[in-house]
């Protein structure tokens, strides 16, 4: 089975903290993402990365950083947390095939809470 | 701009009714996935569609991929309450590499006993 795991499923920080959320997938997937989940806004993508060391911007990258400095971990930074960041973050990590991006695999999610 | 819309928004029904959900777009998809997600959980994939007019039945769940290739859905028959969670399709607008799937808002689904 493949596992997409985050490493915390309830955070509560304070504003300004800087504030790292990690994920790590163990099915050597090319592909990682994050979201956020917020209620009548669905799911946002944050940013992705599709290999070690690169990464890309998705709709709502304001805010946030990534690093991916091994294939098998991508990690989120709230350089300096804000009330608004307050969300459930969800990662994900897909294979591709050909140039297919194909089924995503999904964390089972932090929520994090701004204070 | 929502690149994928979603309904209905919610729906409550009685169990063993039959419901259908919608996934429509004005953009072309290459693919498109249905996921379904339960309270405090990730989204968890049921199908992907590729082609055109395709249809894919999963025990009692109907996924339709739109002959343009715009729009889906989800036709669930003798709805079960343990249908309910919220559905969610998502779609890969650009052609190759990883841009990332589209998330619509979902569609919350409760199927009272």
Not at chain 1, 6 to 30: A, N, P
Request: charged residues 20%; proline residues 4%.
């Amino acid at each position: 089975d493949v596992k997409v795991t985050q490493s915390s499923r309830y955070l509560v920080k304070r504003t300004g903290e800087k504030v790292f959320l990690e994920c790590v997938q163990d099915m050597d997937h090319e592909n990682m993402f994050w979201y956020r989940q917020d209620p009548g806004l669905g799911l946002r993508l944050i940013y992705f990365s599709y290999d070690v060391k690169m990464k890309e911007k998705g709709d709502i990258p304001e805010g946030y950083s990534v690093s991916r400095e091994k294939k098998e971990r991508f990690s989120l930074i709230l350089e300096s947390a804000s009330t608004n960041q307050t969300s459930m973050y969800l990662c994900a990590s897909s294979p591709i095939i050909g140039q297919m991006n194909t089924e995503a695999f999904f964390g089972q999610g932090t929520r994090l809470t701004v204070v | 701009t929502q690149l994928l819309e979603q309904s209905p928004q919610f729906l409550s029904i009685q169990e063993g009714e039959n419901l259908t959900v919608y996934c429509n777009s004005s953009s072309v998809f290459s693919s498109l996935q249905w996921y379904r997600q339960e309270p405090g959980e990730g989204p968890v994939l049921l199908v992907t569609v590729v082609t055109g007019g395709e249809v894919k039945k999963l025990k009692r769940l109907t996924f339709q991929f739109g002959d343009a290739r715009k729009d889906s859905s989800l036709h669930i028959t003798a709805a079960q309450p343990g249908d309910t969670g919220l559905y969610l399709c998502a779609g890969e607008v650009k052609g190759g590499g990883a841009d990332g799937l589209t998330f619509g808002k979902g569609t919350h689904l409760i199927i009272q006993p």
